[in-house]
């Protein structure tokens, strides 16, 4: 796909063609829509950041406690060691996506911001530095999920760095950074089941991405499923 985030598809037989058809059930019967990202390795990312974002446009005041929180962030970078001048355009052009939401909450607006490659990797890139620092602000937890020499060393090859992909340990920390609660759904496995992530554990998601092969694209449930 040319666009960094589609529009949203409604989930057919089409949509998800190569599914097998047990897990392809699953998945209908549970949500009805679809939208894609593109796979350039930054999936995960952009789709979270996307489906967090478009969850708060209707929400009263929900964007502004996010830009809030978003702020305080910048303090979580600096006591992780990094450089301001690191993060500061990053920051800034986050928070004028936020800022430009909040007036304006249409969906076409949303999506045009995120595919424009230089606004949408501005936030992606910073999205990948807090979850560097909240991984080397938790060290002692952390160190023992990744294969590097140390975290530090994990952190700015696998990621910091633009276009890599990211693992488990990646997603449960920008999600404590965060504080949401997101469901993974992988089509990964032979048992003809899909696999349920919750994360953190015991949760109720809130957001909704699906994993298969490697990469991430964000389910919409049904609304009669919606709470």
């Known amino acids: 796909m040319s666009r960094l985030v589609s529009i949203k ?26 939208r894609r990202v593109k796979g350039d390795g930054n999936c ?3 789709a979270l950041c ?5 969850s708060l446009l209707h929400g009263e005041s929900a964007i502004q406690r996010f830009r809030d929180k978003l702020l305080r962030s910048h303090q979580v970078l600096l006591t ?8 500061k355009d990053l920051l800034n052009t ?28 501005s936030m ?10 909240h991984l080397q602000s938790n060290t002692d937890f952390f160190q023992h ?33 965060l504080d949401i609660s997101l469901c993974i759904i992988s089509m990964e496995g032979s048992d003809g089941h899909l696999t349920y992530h919750i994360i953190p554990e015991g949760s109720q998601p809130s957001l909704y ?8 694209d964000i389910l919409y449930k049904h609304r009669e499923h919606w709470k």
């Open 9 to 34: 598809e409604a989930i057919s037989a089409e949509t998800l063609e190569e599914s097998e058809a047990e897990k392809y059930q699953d998945i209908c019967h549970q949500f009805g829509f679809i």
């Open 44 to 46: 995960f990312y952009r």
């Open 50 to 54: 996307f489906t967090l974002v478009e």
């Open 80 to 87: 992780a060691g990094f450089d301001e001048r690191a993060f």
């Open 94 to 121: 986050f928070n004028s996506v936020l800022e430009r939401l909040e007036t304006d909450t249409c969906e076409e607006t949303l999506l045009s911001l995120f595919n424009d490659q230089a606004t949408s990797d």
């Open 124 to 133: 992606v890139q910073y999205l990948r530095l807090l979850t560097s620092a």
């Open 145 to 177: 999920f990744v294969e590097a020499p140390n975290l530090k060393v994990y952190c700015t090859q696998e990621v910091e760095a633009m276009a890599m992909e990211c693992d488990h340990v990646e997603i449960l920390a920008l999600a404590e950074e």
């Open 209 to 216: 991405l699906l994993y298969k092969t490697s990469h991430y």
